[in-house]
């Protein structure tokens, strides 16, 4: 396939299953995240098959977000598949004891990161009519659950702005779309739960959760459409989980 991907978090979790498969299948890409050791590491396993352009830069540093993508290379200067996954919950809980730090991470991060990134790549996109932009939301971005109280704002406003760009980049024929993952089992809580890795391990016992590579498989099956086809909003669940609390550990 002749095409180019950017993958934002791509360092880990969802992003980096994304862009080992994208890889095994012969999509270029153009991967970023803040550890740049990380990035180094795929390039050096994943750059035999395809072409690979790493970039370090935080999401929420829109001048760094502007700089790192207007310094792409010209073999990049076409971008066909926006993958915008950065993002994670930090914390969980009540709203009357939530962090404001932690506020500021995640709305900065999932929301507005999102946004300076899509701004960045949409000029070329919509120059050549062409592109296809997938947004990571969440099954906290279609319900809220206790104390997700702010991560599951920020999941919701990733739901509003993919309706919002797939309406507003429909006249240039670029699909846009999201996917709403349930509990997949990456560094996401430990990230919530700020290294605490049992509890974070905690999350996933006693069911079988959701890998990273299950939703690769399905954020490539979306991009492989043909071109009349967008899916443009779907939700994947563990068959364990029914809702954001409703877990079945019995199976
Ligand atoms: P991981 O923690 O494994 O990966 C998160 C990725 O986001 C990392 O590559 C990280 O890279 C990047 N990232 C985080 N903060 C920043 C930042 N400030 N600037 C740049 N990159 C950043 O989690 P997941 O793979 O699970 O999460 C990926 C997406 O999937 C997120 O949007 C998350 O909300 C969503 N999601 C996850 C679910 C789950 O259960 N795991 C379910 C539903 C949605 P680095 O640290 O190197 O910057
Ligand atoms: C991640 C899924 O349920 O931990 O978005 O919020 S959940």
New binding site residues.
């Given amino acids: 396939m002749n095409k180019t991907a950017f993958i ?9 299953a994304t862009a080992e498969l994208f890889a095994k299948k012969g999509i270029n890409l153009v991967l ?4 740049q050791n ?1 990035l180094d590491d795929l390039k050096e396993r994943l750059g035999d098959s395809v072409i690979i352009q790493t970039l370090t ?4 540093n829109k001048e760094a977000v502007q700089d790192a993508i207007g310094s792409l290379p010209p073999e990049f200067s076409k971008i066909d598949i926006l993958v915008n ?5 930090h914390g969980l809980d009540p709203i009357e004891e939530g962090n404001l730090e932690d506020w500021d ?1 995640m709305l900065d ?2 929301v507005k ?1 999102l946004l300076y990134v899509s701004k960045a790549i949409l000029p070329q996109m919509i120059e050549r009519k062409e592109g296809h932009i997938i947004n ?5 971005g279609k319900e809220v659950y206790p104390k997700g109280n702010v991560y599951c704002a920020s ?1 919701h406003a990733v739901d509003a702005i993919n309706q919002g760009m797939r309406i507003d980049l429909n006249q240039y024929g670029i699909r846009v779309g999201a996917v ?12 919530r739960f700020k290294g605490d890795d049992d509890r974070a391990d905690s999350v996933y016992k006693g069911f079988e ?2 890998r ?1 590579e299950d939703i690769a498989d399905i954020i490539y099956f979306v991009v492989t459409r043909p071109y009349h086809v967008n899916i443009a909003d779907l939700v994947v669940m563990p068959t364990a989980q029914a809702s954001s609390t409703i877990v079945n550990k019995n199976l």
């Fill in positions: 934002t978090g791509a360092t880990s979790g969802i992003g980096k970023c995240g803040r550890r990380r830069f935080d999401v929420r996954n950065a993002g994670n919950a991470a991060i999932n990161g990571i939301g969440s099954t906290a999941k709403n993952p349930g509990l997949v089992e990456t560094e996401f809580s430990n990230v959760p959701l990273p």
